[in-house]
């Protein structure tokens, strides 16, 4: 347990998770309780502020401290507030694809920094979230895995939202809007977290449709090994909602899933989601840095070379 100012945070999980309470969320966070919630998520990825009483401008107000909000291009949201996300579910309207995990939005080219979604009405039994760390999981590959997969990429789509459209010619020339607004954007398998540095396995069952560079069989064999790491349970953190939970997520560095078991009873949650920034991969963030090098040290071209095979060869 640490204190930071008037809040307290308390770790809760080996790799990810921890609790924040002490949090005033009627006013704006001052500059010292907001850098101790931003410091808490970049070391936790998942922060849980627990069964708190706020108003859905308050949870509004609360993520514009940390980035700009964001409108999800698919996901039902409040008509006066776009960029609030209204997730209400039940037997006769269940959620779309919830229980795959993922990160959120891969299918931008830049996808969200984070996610802040908190719960309203809640199931007696089940509904859970279950995230991973996907900074764990790589760094509990072999060196010869994370070797080979830093420099691939992979092709990202909103495969799961296809099913929103119907094949009349009008439903037909929505999807064709949104697939020249959304562009299947290419992702590093491997990123590079622009704030702790640490690299990040970046595919997942929902989005990543195929690696670049490979035969069928060769992408999916490789995918579904890295998608079966979200199963580690060391690599877990559950959250079991009440009303009033709320949740703080870091989006490139963790997956979620949420669990369906709840239905046929009711589940509302409300989300906000903020703005992220380029996705840069492990590899090309030490291109860069190679480069740089040479160009500041005037290495010879072949010395710039071997410095890069010899990253490659022990990162």
Known sequence: MTKASEITITRKGAHLGAE???????????????????????????LVFPEIDITVDEQVEFGKQFGQLSVHPFSPHDADMPELIILDNDGERPPLATDIWHSDETFREVPPMGTILRAR??????????????????????????????????VHDFKPFRRLFSGDPASRGKLHTMEEQFPNPVHPVVRLHPVTGKKVIFVSPQFTQHIKGMTEGESQSILDMLYRLTEVPEYQFRVSWKPGTMVFWDNRSTQHYAARDYLPHRRRMERVTLQGDAVIGAADAMDSLVTASARNNQKPEARQQADLESYRGTS
């Open 20 to 46: 924040i309470t002490g949090v005033e969320y009627s006013k704006p966070q001052s500059d010292k309780n907001r850098q101790a919630i931003w410091d808490a998520l970049m070391e936790h990825e998942v």
């Open 121 to 154: 009405i809640v199931p007696e039994v089940g509904g859970d979230t279950v995230f991973a760390s996907m900074t764990a999981a790589f760094e509990g590959l072999s060196e010869r895995w994370q070797c080979f997969l830093t420099g691939l990429e992979a």
